[in-house]
């Protein structure tokens, strides 16, 4: 219990902290969200000036980053200039669809890691596994960028695959199965993107992993009692592995947040990215802040799982927590 | 300030009128009232008549960030909200003249100070409740009150006067001016008619900014535009339907708007846009760029792409000339000794070669600009402007009287030095989100090259410049582009009045900082008040040569409006003023097979 009140101080702090940086670094960006009024013709220097006042825009910013504290604790993000509206709400439904994405793809990404990854670290140095090493190697140079922009290319030749959106104009005119059809169709392409992004780096963690355990004495023994190869890997040896890769998982789920809000653009997936992207450009001050928050809550939720699996997969955090 | 908003006033009411003239010579004024039975005053617009039913599906590049007239700011917002809100008098977008819209007609009092607007009668909102002069007065109240912060309220202020609205019978309105102003009738368009029965009680808590946010219930939304709410899906789609009340019909009598719903899909950059109408998931596309215009060009088999010429757009390069203040460093205000110079200006302008932006930036499908006012502009463009072409020599011979001289390093490269010897090295700072204004710094810098001048090109993030320009003052020279939301010269008067924010080389100034700067606020101003066209654009004309006379802005180029629609879009003609491809929504049609494969 200590140990997970421990992790939950941490995220608190952490939360913290990341409010403060993202709220000075976005306050030291030159300019502000009613820059660009002053090219419009039609708008007086002093309507501007009043709404600067009206949004606090004038005040000091510790003046302005306590006033948010303290709306924050109220339940309240913010009020996103561009919108006219609160922050939370706005975020809230496309965090949704990033949290789709990244779900599935991270799911996804560990059901081909784990697998190939064992199958590889069992026939480490021969050839099968060398083709897969350079295979991965090829997918960790190219940039996410290129893949989502490879992936677009291959939509719009081959017609198969929509251009980009979630679902389809007439979505709402589907049966349930052809609402899943088509959810999944215009998923195909930003997952497998964000797959691959990810997925070399698993790959290559599962196998040095499981290769680093499958010299350990205990399983030649095991062998030696002849239980049988599958059970030997996936009962045995996967769970000696498992801490690292643990942690990893934790990592994983920040590596395909970034990824994702990248994919997302390139591909218009309504999610966090486009708009978030949009908030920044437009110094949409509480917006922008809002979304940091809230990937580095997502962030924090991940890692805090990872914790719970490794306090329920490694007996000595179990001991040592309960001291 | 005062004196900009009248201004700007005059240069609406001018421009009014300048498009009415152009409208009776050009086409016949499209809208003339009908009596279809004794409640209802419908308008007539002559034209194809198209299919009803179907659905339009078109891209925008941002999200709309809300639907309500009186806070929208960003392109998108105010694209939606055209569709489906409307004004007293409009302005047609392709003949760039005025026609009645909400208002069947008006009547203007000799001394120009009165306006008589008499409405439509039978006119409802999308909601189906009615219309009336009390809506109208309702509608201007909330604009003028100073708390709402609607952006467009300085437009109805002249002279630090706010205009007055009174209502004479439940059709008829006054508006009473403080001064005559040029612009005339033309000042009515874009001021969406709001419903009061909506949208008082909002206003009377002071919550009028917070309502018709898109997660607005489509019923509790209502406008008199040809569309109204369906459906938002946040980060997705916006889903308009037909307004069943609208107020035009074809010339057979068929209520307007023809097509049933109208949606506008959220795609994040304008690449994506392509691909999605590269796919047919869209029909319509507008504000291309040249490049994705010839990629679409090539294959023209089901779509049509039209360039439909040179817009309102102007870009130009200029250099700071602004008042040095305590923090401007030494540098700049050295620096500046050249700006200030007219020649060496006028020698920038002499050896940048325009064609070549045309060219390279816009793939021809652009015109290079000497002045403020582009070709799009049809009726305020001073023909007698001279377009001299590029002159390296005519440059040189500036320079040198100028002060100016050469010296030539051992590899054979010169270098400009000026007076005291010292180098002439400075840099243009460009948007780096337009590659466009990149382009044409780096030909600048080209061009300049070969008068010996070292020039850094800056690409900085849009804010940063803005903030660069207009607060800090920090920068040598600027490469920036803007675009007049109307064809009046009044639509510029930020650019044009020495106390405009938009005067760029030196914005916001107390007292004109030269005499010929003094001279452009005494044309501009009068202009404004004068009341004929002729008067007007003799004015116009005068202070367009004084900016050419002192290059304080060395204007570069126009894009042309291009724009593509699927072939089965029936009435599709993109006009140079915006909304594009929109402007005419209530008369575009799918063709017949078409309205059956969207069913």
């Known amino acids: 219990m200590r140990y997970l009140l421990r992790r939950f101080g941490h995220a608190v702090f952490l939360l913290v902290g990341v409010s403060l940086l993202a709220f000075t670094f976005t306050t030291l960006a030159p300019g502000n969200y009613f820059d660009e009024m002053r090219l419009n013709p039609q708008i007086a220097p002093e309507t501007i000036a009043a709404l600067r006042t009206q949004y606090e825009l004038d005040r000091p ?26 922050v939370l709400p706005l975020l809230w439904v496309r965090a949704r669809n990033t949290l789709l994405l990244t779900i ?81 169709l215009h998923m195909a392409l930003p997952i497998t993107a964000l797959v691959l992004s990810v997925l070399p780096l698993l790959l290559r963690h599962v196998r040095a992993a499981l290769a680093e355990v499958l010299d350990a004495p205990f399983l030649l023994a095991a062998e030696g009692h002849g239980i049988s190869r599958r059970t030997l890997l996936y009962r045995y040896a996967l769970p000696a592995a498992a801490n690292p890769l643990i942690s990893l998982f934790g990592f994983s789920i920040g590596t395909l947040l970034s990824g994702s809000l990248l994919v997302e653009v390139v591909m218009s997936w309504p999610g966090l990215g486009p708009f978030l992207l949009e908030a920044i450009l437009a110094r949409d001050l509480y917006v922008v802040i809002g979304g940091v928050l809230l990937s580095t809550l997502f962030l924090i939720g991940g890692n805090f799982l990872a914790d719970l699996l490794l306090y329920w997969a490694d007996p000595r955090i179990r001991t040592e927590a309960s001291v | 300030m005062k004196t900009t908003s009248a201004n700007r006033l005059s240069r609406r009411v001018f421009s009014s009128l300048l498009f009415a003239l152009v409208a009776l010579f050009t086409q016949p004024i499209s809208a003339l009232p009908r009596q279809k039975n004794s409640k209802e005053e419908l308008l007539v617009l002559p034209g194809e008549t198209g299919r009803s039913g179907g659905r339009l599906v078109v891209s925008l590049r941002a999200e709309p960030k809300t639907l309500n007239p009186l806070i929208a700011l960003d392109v998108s917002s105010r694209e939606v909200i055209g569709v489906m809100q409307a004004d007293l008098v409009h302005i047609n977008r392709a003949t760039q003249l005025t026609e009645p819209a909400l208002a069947k007609s008006w009547k203007i009092s000799p001394d120009g100070l009165q306006y008589t607007l008499v409405l439509r009668r039978g006119l409802k909102f999308s909601d189906g409740s009615p219309l009336d002069a009390d809506d109208v007065l309702f509608t201007f109240r909330v604009y003028l009150d100073e708390k709402v912060h609607a952006p467009q309220r300085d437009l109805l202020i002249f002279d630090g006067k706010p205009i007055s609205v009174r209502k004479v019978d439940a059709q008829t309105l006054v508006f009473q001016l403080p001064k005559p102003y040029g612009v005339a009738e033309r000042m009515f368009d874009g001021w969406a008619i709001l419903s009061r029965h909506l949208l008082e009680k909002p206003y009377e808590e002071g919550k009028i900014g917070q309502v018709g946010t ?60 392509v691909l999605r109408f590269q796919s047919g998931e869209t029909d319509m596309i507008s504000r291309l760029s040249a490049e994705n215009f010839s990629v679409l060009s090539r294959d023209q088999k089901e779509y049509t792409m039209v360039d439909a010429g040179p817009g309102l757009e102007y870009n130009f390069f ?22 200030r110079e007219g020649k060496f200006r006028r020698a ?252």
């Open chain 1, 61 to 86: 910013l510790p003046i302005r980053y306590a006033h948010w504290v303290s709306s924050v604790l109220h339940g309240d993000m913010g009020f996103s200039f561009a919108y006219n509206s609160p």
């Open chain 1, 104 to 184: 599935t793809a991270m799911l996804l990404a560990w059901g081909i890691a784990l697998p190939l990854g064992i199958w590889s670290a069992e026939h480490l140095g021969r050839l099968p596994d060398r083709l897969l090493s350079l295979g991965t190697a090829a997918l960790m140079v190219i940039p996410d960028l290129a893949l989502a922009l490879g992936f677009l290319v291959i939509a719009v030749k081959s017609g198969r695959f929509p251009t980009g959106g979630m679902v389809s104009l007439h979505f709402e005119s589907l049966a349930f199965p052809g609402k899943l059809g088509d959810l999944f």
């Open chain 2, 214 to 273: 898109l997660t607005t219930p489509a019923k509790e939304w209502a406008g008199l535009g040809p569309f109204r709410l369906k459906e938002y899906v946040a980060g997705q789609r916006l889903v308009l339907e037909r307004n069943p009340y609208y107020w035009k019909t074809d010339t057979k009598g068929n209520r307007l708007p023809y097509l049933d719903e109208l949606v506008f899909l959220f795609v994040p950059n304008a690449d994506a846009q």
């Open chain 2, 318 to 339: 200029f250099f700071n000339l602004s008042d040095p203040g305590e923090k401007t460093p030494a540098e700049i205000v050295q620096k500046q000794k050249w700006f």
């Open chain 2, 348 to 599: 920038v302008s002499a050896a940048v070669d325009r064609e070549a932006i045309v060219r390279l930036v816009y793939q021809g499908r652009g015109t290079a600009l000497w002045g403020l006012v582009t070709p799009g502009n049809r009726r305020w463009r001073d023909e007698k402007l001279p377009h001299p072409a590029r002159s390296l020599e005519e440059a040189r011979s500036l320079l040198k009287e100028a002060g100016f001289s050469w010296d030539t390093a051992s590899n054979g490269e010169s270098t400009l030095r000026d007076s005291t010897g010292k180098p002439v090295e400075f840099s243009i700072i460009a948007q780096s989100s337009s590659s466009e204004r990149s382009k044409m710094a780096a030909v600048i810098q080209d061009d300049l090259k070969q008068l010996g001048m070292r020039v850094q090109v800056v690409p900085l993030e849009s804010r940063s410049l803005l903030d660069r320009v207009t607060q800090t003052k920090e920068y040598d020279a600027c490469v920036l582009g803007a675009a007049s939301y109307d064809a009046d010269p009044n639509s510029d008067i930020n650019v044009w009045l020495s106390s405009g924010g938009l005067h760029l080389w030196n914005p916001s100034q107390a007292h004109p900082a030269t005499p010929w700067e003094a001279e452009i606020d005494r044309l501009f101003n009068e202009q404004m008040y004068a009341r004929t066209f002729e008067q007007r654009k003799n004015l116009y004309d005068r202070a367009q040569e004084i900016l050419r006379e002192y290059q304080p802005m060395i204007f570069l180029a126009s894009p042309d409006i291009l724009a593509g629609a699927k072939k089965s879009v029936g009435n599709f003609r993109p006009a140079v003023l915006e909304p594009y491809v929109l402007w005419n929504v209530e008369q575009l049609y799918l063709k017949n097979d078409a309205v059956n494969a969207t069913r």
